[in-house]
Structure formats: structure tokens, C-alpha cells
């Protein structure tokens, strides 16, 4: 049976167990049978409890190896500026795009909610939390706890070091290059259940939800999706089109399995290895793909920090009443381009709303409105995220004259998540503009 199920492309296994998801939570919630929607929650609260404890491993030494691997790339800071540089540029078209839409469909207009009864989440985020929270107090305690922020902050700074005393620090990065290549198997063996996991939330959040809940916020919840898809489908075309000279289908179709998997797992960093993997699919060289794969999956978030939290601080601010000044949209912006690591790569973001929120000065009691709905929206903010963090450093490479083009030229919809990952070997020195003499300018 094993073997027969291997023989179904990895696609639709996902795509049946969404189908399947939806009717039997809808089946659990018509015919009101709670063994089915507590089963449902449980498979689905595994597969999520199992990314999660994938993470702590996987990004500090994904994000060790990937710093140390840029001395095997010539101009590897001019690379990291241009990634980052990227990385604000497609943030603030994403955010604008959150905006204008807020301005256009006004979200919280004419919602009637009962806000007296709305409570200020438990987990809360504030400029001064964000950045006393990067450097943890005890570098145990940010594994343990999961803060996927201080184990970035930690991960960066070993890496460095590892990078600048060199040869002596080779027994520890070999190390985490090993420790790297079990975990990224084991997470392999736990993507490979994700039809099962998407059966589990999909079900789990008709069963729990339905139409009743859904129905006040729907002009919201299909904001959030609309706006997610014009950045998906006309900015993302327009960026590759413009900016790197590349054809938007190409990119999609190598790609494509990585924003799936995102869909449906509602984690940055638990796509992580599959996004690598596509984006080194379509020309991007492994050297450099290793370091800005890593750092965007835990950095880079339009979805969740961008198009999401803009339209939920109108939506909030019409449903308390507040009026928003330009300043106020201005800094809307500013900070989905500056704390847009507080998500972190984890399902969810509630840190970064919450950091908006208390940034205008608006209740924080909104984001609690919002909660019942969130797994709902996540998906699809992920998957933005994810296509977001593959897209940067195609464009990065193109412009740079590093990147594949006849790989991204044959770039097809291939089932790599049907095939073993490739074991990660050390980067070899290598020129990067060995691709195309004649970058294109900043």
C-alpha cells in the first residue's frame, strides 16, 4: 500500500486530503459528532507539534552553515546587502498593497462585533520586547522555549565568529553540517505526512469554525486572500519581470511545490528545506541559496508581516472607531519593513500584529478578534511568505549574473518532494559571475 501511495504525485496526496479535510469537518460539525472533530484537532495539532520541534536544529544550523558557505562566494556581502535590500523593497510593495486594499474594501466598516468582551492576547509584541528579546539571557533557554528570534540572533553570531577564525573552527561547523542533514531527513520523513496534517487543520478549522464564525469576518478574511494573491500573482510577475528579466511561469512552476507544502503546513521554516531545494532547481546557486533561503525563512514574511498586519490594523481601527492619520500609514509601513523578523518563521502572527497595534496606539483587545479565524488566514499569508522568500534571491542572482538560466529556462513542475534530498556538502570557491559577464545595475 506503501508503495502504491508513493506512486501518486506528492501534489495530489495534499490535494486530496484538503478535499477530504473540508468533508469531514464538515460532516463532524452538520452532524455534530465530537469524537471526529477532537480526532481531527489531534492529527492536526501532531503535525504542527512536530514541525515545531523540528525548528530549534533546523535554523541554527541551517543558518551556521549558510553564514560559513559565503566564503565559498566571491562578493558574498555585496550578495547579503542586495538580499536584504530586496527583502525591504518586495516588503514595502507588500505592505502598500495591504494598505491600499484596506483603504479600498474598509474591512471593519459595518462589522458588528461584540468588542466588550474582547481580551488583549496573552502573547503580546512591543519595540522594546522585540529588541531586548533578540539577545536571550540564557542561550539554553531560547532553545527550550523555542524563540526562533534569539536562536537566529545566536546562529548569526556563531557563524561569524566560525567564519572569521576559519580553519580551527571546521570540527564545529562539520558538526552542525552533519547535525543539519539529520534533521533536514527527519523533517524530510515528517513532510512526507503532510497530506495527513493537512486532512487534520483543514478539517479541524471547518469543524471548529464554520460559515457562523466566519460570516462577520468574511469581507476581512477575503481581503486578507485577495490581497495575498495580488502580491502572489501580479507583484511577484511584475518583480520577476522588471527586475530580473525572468519569466514569472518558469519561476512558479520550480517553485511550486514549496508554496504548497507552506499552504497547507502554515510554516516558513518547516518549507524551509523544500523551498532550497526549488530555488537551487531553478538556477540559484547552492552557496548562495543556503544563506538566503535560511535568513528569509525566518526573516522574511509579506504575508504575515506585511499585507496581513496593514489590513488588520484598519480593520481594528474601524472597529474601535479610530481614525487613522497618514502618519499613521506611514508607520504601518515602517513597521512591516523593519520588525518583520518578530514572526520568526512559526504558524501564526500575532507578534507582529500585536507590534503594529501597539505601535498606533490601537486596542490590542483587536487581535483577539481576529484569533478564531487565524489558521484560516495563515495559510494562505504562508504560502505569500514562502513564495516571497524564493522569489529575492532569483531576483538577487539574475541581476547579479549568478543565476542558471537554463535551469530556470527548463524549469518545470517536477515532484521533488517525491525524491530523497540531496546530502549537503561542503561549498567548494568558486567565481559567482562564472553565468553571465554582464550584471544588471542596483
Not at 532569483?394 to 515532484?415: K, Q
Amino acid at each position: 500500500m506503501i508503495t502504491a501511495l508513493r506512486r501518486i504525485p506528492f501534489s495530489v496526496q495534499i490535494l486530496a486530503g484538503l478535499v477530504l479535510g473540508v468533508a469531514l469537518g464538515y460532516l463532524a460539525r452538520a452532524a455534530d459528532i465530537s469524537w471526529l472533530g477532537t480526532t481531527l484537532d489531534q492529527i492536526g495539532g501532531i503535525f504542527v507539534q512536530l514541525l515545531r520541534l523540528a525548528v530549534p536544529p533546523l535554523v541554527f544550523t541551517a543558518l551556521v552553515v549558510s553564514v560559513v558557505s559565503l566564503r565559498g562566494v566571491a562578493n558574498a556581502a555585496r550578495l547579503a546587502l542586495k538580499t536584504l535590500l530586496w527583502f525591504g523593497i518586495t516588503a514595502l510593495i507588500a505592505v502598500s498593497v495591504g494598505i491600499g486594499l484596506g483603504l479600498l474594501t474598509n474591512p471593519g466598516r459595518g462589522v458588528t462585533l461584540d468588542v466588550t468582551g474582547a481580551e488583549a492576547p496573552e502573547r503580546t509584541g512591543s519595540w522594546t520586547d522585540f529588541l531586548t528579546g533578540i539577545i536571550p539571557e540564557n542561550p539554553v533557554g531560547a532553545f527550550v522555549e523555542n524563540n526562533v528570534l534569539q536562536i537566529v540572533f545566536l546562529a548569526v553570531v556563531a557563524g561569524i565568529a566560525a567564519l572569521l577564525v576559519g580553519q580551527a573552527a571546521e570540527p564545529f561547523v562539520n558538526f552542525n553540517r552533519a547535525l543539519l542533514a539529520i534533521t533536514q531527513k527527519a523533517l524530510w520523513w515528517l513532510i512526507r505526512l503532510a497530506p495527513l496534517g493537512t486532512l487534520g487543520l483543514i478539517g479541524h478549522a471547518v469543524e471548529a469554525y464554520g460559515w457562523d464564525l466566519l460570516a462577520p469576518l468574511a469581507k476581512f478574511t477575503t481581503a486578507v486572500y485577495v490581497g495575498c494573491a495580488i502580491v502572489l500573482l501580479v507583484v511577484y510577475p511584475l518583480v520577476l519581470l522588471v527586475a530580473g528579466r525572468l519569466n514569472p511561469l518558469r519561476f512558479y512552476a520550480g517553485t511550486w511545490p514549496a508554496i504548497e507544502l507552506a499552504f497547507v503546513s502554515r510554516s516558513s521554516v518547516g518549507t524551509m528545506p523544500v523551498t532550497q531545494r526549488s530555488v537551487e532547481r531553478i538556477g540559484v546557486p547552492r552557496e548562495y541559496a543556503s544563506f538566503a533561503v535560511p535568513f528569509g525563512a525566518t526573516t522574511k514574511m509579506d504575508g504575515c508581516a506585511a499585507i496581513y498586519p496593514a489590513l488588520a490594523a484598519i480593520f481594528v481601527a474601524q472597529v474601535f472607531g479610530v481614525t487613522l492619520s497618514p502618519l499613521d500609514y506611514l508607520l504601518i509601513a515602517f513597521v512591516s519593513v523593519v520588525g518583520s523578523a518578530a514572526t520568526a518563521g512559526l504558524t501564526g502572527a500575532l507578534v507582529m500584529l500585536t507590534l503594529t497595534l501597539s505601535t498606533l496606539g490601537l486596542p490590542l483587545a483587536g487581535a483577539g478578534l481576529l484569533l478564531a479565524i487565524d489558521p484560516i488566514l495563515d495559510m494562505i499569508r504562508t504560502a505569500t511568505n514562502v513564495a516571497g522568500q524564493a522569489l529575492v534571491p532569483t531576483v538577487v542572482a539574475a541581476r547579479e549574473g549568478v543565476l542558471d538560466r537554463a535551469a530556470y529556462d527548463s524549469a518545470g513542475r517536477r515532484e521533488l518532494l517525491d525524491e530523497e534530498p540531496p546530502t549537503e556538502e561542503p561549498p567548494t570557491e568558486r567565481p559567482t559571475r562564472d553565468r553571465d559577464p554582464a550584471p544588471q545595475p542596483a
